[in-house]
């Protein structure tokens, strides 16, 4: 017999999924506008700027991993995948030059 409680589990999950989805959306859509007034304030070229982004999300995705005790985890599963974590920060740095 299932309880309640375990019934109302996804959909707050998918509550939550849904609010982190829309939040990316609003931060993927602000990328341009924001990258424009950097550019405008500081004279910083976008690559430059997509590089010092870059290293921030590095920063702060170290930081949840810490914090939530996932950071063993994750880099465990990055040493056993390497060739993938290669082809991908590859794949994302050419999109980001392109």
């Known amino acids: 017999m299932t309880s309640t409680r375990n019934r109302a589990l996804p959909q707050a999950r998918f509550g939550r999924g849904l609010i982190l989805v829309c939040?990316?959306?609003?931060?993927?859509?602000?990328?341009?506008?924001?990258?424009?007034?950097?550019?405008?304030?500081?004279?910083?070229?976008?690559?430059?700027?997509?590089?010092?982004?870059?290293?921030?999300?590095?920063?702060?995705?170290i930081v949840i991993a810490l914090v939530t005790r996932r950071f063993a985890t994750s880099w465990s599963l990055a040493i056993h995948q390497w060739r993938r974590v290669i082809m991908v920060g590859l794949l994302t740095a050419a999109a980001q030059l392109l």
């Not at 007034?37 to 910083?44: A, F, K, Q």
């Open 23 to 61: 939040l990316a959306g609003v931060i993927w859509g602000t990328i341009g506008p924001g990258v424009r007034l950097v550019h405008e304030w500081s004279g910083l070229s976008a690559l430059t700027i997509t590089a010092y982004r870059a290293m921030a999300a590095v920063v702060v995705l």
